[in-house]
T-cell receptor, first 110, second 114 residues
Framework: GENVEQHPSTLSVQEGDSAVIKCTYS??????FPWYKQELGKGPQLIID?????GEKKDQRIAVTLNKTAKHFSLHITETQPEDSAVYFC?????????FGTGTRLQVFP | EPEVTQTPSHQVTQMGQEVILRCVPI?????FYWYRQILGQKVEFLVS????????KSEIFDDQFSVERPDGSNFTLKIRSTKLEDSAMYFC????????????FGSGTRLTVV
């Protein structure tokens, strides 16, 4: 089955700096890679996603890159703000289910 | 913006009791899911449901678990005889199309088994 690894588990950055979170997946049949932001006591919220036929996608301060050959995908947040502080999960979709990474706790210090 | 609604937000139950967790998916969505998250851990897939039947389930989803869409709006997860290790956040999700991505998650039900 699919296995998704995520690094780092925690990430602290100064406000205004960039943050990068990396994930790898194992099953080359996975075709859709969303990123979720989870705030305390809430459900995962989709922030950006990428499909396997695209290498990069950007939405304002957030971008995602995908390297299908290496089975890597990464989340890039630029100009971080304190409200970006949350747990971020990557996921890979295989058939009809999402397999999540272990999460990254991002702290943005003012 | 359309939401997935889950009730209750918190459920405390005694070990061995049955619980039913309820979800109202987004109205035009056709694919429904349950995931769970044990405290401090990652979100884990339990089951997917389409066209009134289970399309896929994980090893976690054993005979103690069942899902149902009793009417046109609700989607429920039943745990027949709860165990301590069933304590977790349970998230319902829905999507318009299994290939379209864009799963929308509810805010979850925290289940505590004592």
């Amino acid at each position: 089955g699919e296995n998704v690894e995520q690094h780092p588990s925690t990430l602290s950055v100064q406000e205004g700096d960039s943050a990068v979170i990396k994930c790898t997946y194992s099953d080359s049949a996975s075709n859709y890679f969303p990123w979720y932001k989870q705030e305390l006591g809430k459900g995962p919220q989709l922030i950006i996603d990428i499909r396997s036929n695209v290498g990069e996608k950007k939405d304002q301060r957030i971008a995602v890159t995908l390297n299908k050959t290496a089975k890597h995908f990464s989340l890039h947040i630029t100009e971080t703000q304190p409200e970006d502080s949350a747990v971020y999960f990557c996921a890979a979709r295989l058939s009809d289910k999402l397999i999540f990474g272990t999460g990254t706790r991002l702290q943005v210090f003012p | 913006e359309p939401e997935v609604t889950q009730t209750p937000s918190h459920q405390v139950t005694q070990m061995g009791q049955e619980v039913i967790l309820r979800c109202v998916p987004i109205s035009n969505h056709l694919y429904f899911y349950w995931y769970r998250q044990i405290l401090g851990q990652k979100v884990e897939f339990l089951v997917s449901f389409y066209n009134n039947e289970i399309s896929e389930k994980s090893e976690i989803f054993d005979d103690q678990f069942s899902v149902e869409r009793p009417d046109g709006s609700n989607f429920t997860l039943k745990i027949r005889s709860t165990k301590l290790e069933d304590s977790a956040m349970y998230f319902c999700a829905s999507s318009e199309d299994a290939n379209a991505g864009g799963y929308t998650f509810g805010s979850g039900t925290r289940l505590t088994v004592v």
